[in-house]
């Protein structure tokens, strides 16, 4: 792909700010009626990759998760086929491999950065294509683009971007607790795709169960802002998936120490029980913050190797924000995708 562009100014700074987000469990892997996969997930405000851009006479890249930023960069400037260099500073990066989307949402970081500081017109889809990301989830490309409780298709035979067919506000006041273990990570790169490789077709009847409790109980319990009703389908969601990936990421949880706080937090009343993505992260639900700060306060001692944090459900998208020559400030990237 080429893509014109105009040259920035040498002091134009671009920021950009993209949300960690929470992958809640995949609806269809077997793909029984064509399209593999479909996800459900939200974005969190807490947790987020924060960067800056600038022009620049060659490539560079300073800070937490650089080298991944570069290659980032390096593969938006060959497939757009622009190649003017830029200085990159990542000043926060989302845990990698902690099951919150970290290499997603730095990729379209970079890529959303880089268009803005060239002037490019392009969309999150676009990015997205040019960056290689949405190989089976859509989650955190339509958290990066809007935030919110999301639904995906999943992916069919011609599929770029997995589909958001349900995008749903979230409740402002509720909390999610997240339970993060930074002594392990969760399966990656070659080792996830040998997972999804080595695990058992996923029954269909299941499938089906799954996908009517989400449709029918958990999205309209969330329009509704009925935690109890939303957080149980949540929790059987998970469990199912959880059960399904236990072979290869030795059980319902990868971290034994997170799944034994879950557990204490299922007792003391947390619904929406579960584990992002590949984990360690864990995460549930309850009303409010002051439920959270007592669930938290109340493991602490327990388990004190465990990082707990309180997180709000993030309603908008990631913010792109400076100026090139043809760009303002508020002007929307749209680039087609491949």
Known sequence: MKFASSAPSPDSIVRVTAPARLHMGFIDMGGSLGRRFGSIGVGINEISTRLRLSAATEWSASGPDAERALRAAHRFAETTEIHRPASITIEEAIPGHAGLGSGTQL??????????????DATIAGIAAAVDRGARSGIGIAVFESGGLIVDGGRGPTTITPPVISRIEFPNDWRFILVLDRSGQ????????SAFKALPPFPIAETARLCHL?????????????????????????????????????????????????????DLGAVGIGQSSWGPTGFCLVENQSIANQFIDALKIQFPALNLLSATARNRGATVSGASVSATADQSARMNPR
């Open 214 to 266: 989400l449709l029918m109980q958990g999205l309209p319990a969330l329009a509704e802002r009925d935690i109890r009703s939303f957080g149980d389908v949540i929790t059987q969601l998970q469990n199912a998936v959880g059960d399904h990936f236990a072979p290869v990421q030795g059980g319902r949880f990868s971290s034994p120490m997170v799944a034994a706080a879950m557990e204490r937090l299922r």
């Open 186 to 193: 969760g399966l990656h790169g070659k080792g996830e795709v």
């Open 107 to 120: 990729a379209l970081a970079i890529g959303a950065g880089l268009s803005r500081l060239h002037g490019i």
